[in-house]
């Protein structure tokens, strides 16, 4: 998802509906809801250990940290998700999608 239907939604709240407190998160709150069933279904597509992954990056955690978890699994883990675009990595490893991670948060935490 573009950052374009973000600013389209805050210019729909902030001129047509007089919003203009949290017009941002307003915006954000509505476009995740509207993409609720299509975040759901990339959920259920993904197994346990791709869950466990994106729930830690949301959650600001480093997945190598988890001593719980191989490190092996981890790294194959993260491997498959940043080439199927869910993850990238700049300083550190983060949800790709930033409605898809306030999804996540919002519904799997």
Wanted: glycine share 2%; with cysteine; proline share 4%.
């Amino acid at each position: 998802m573009s950052s374009l239907p973000t600013a389209s939604q805050v210019w729909e709240l902030a001129n047509y509906e007089s919003i203009s407190s949290q017009v941002v998160e307003t915006a954000v709150g509505r476009l995740v809801n509207i993409h609720d069933l299509d975040f759901e279904r990339l959920w259920i597509g993904f197994n346990r250990m791709d869950k466990r992954i994106m729930q830690s990056l949301c959650s600001q955690q480093n997945p190598f940290q988890n001593r719980q978890l191989p490190t092996s699994t981890t790294f194959s883990a993260i491997k498959r998700l940043m080439a199927a675009g869910y993850v990238i990595r700049t300083e550190a490893y983060e949800v790709e999608d930033p409605f898809f991670k306030h999804w996540i948060i919002e519904r799997q935490l």
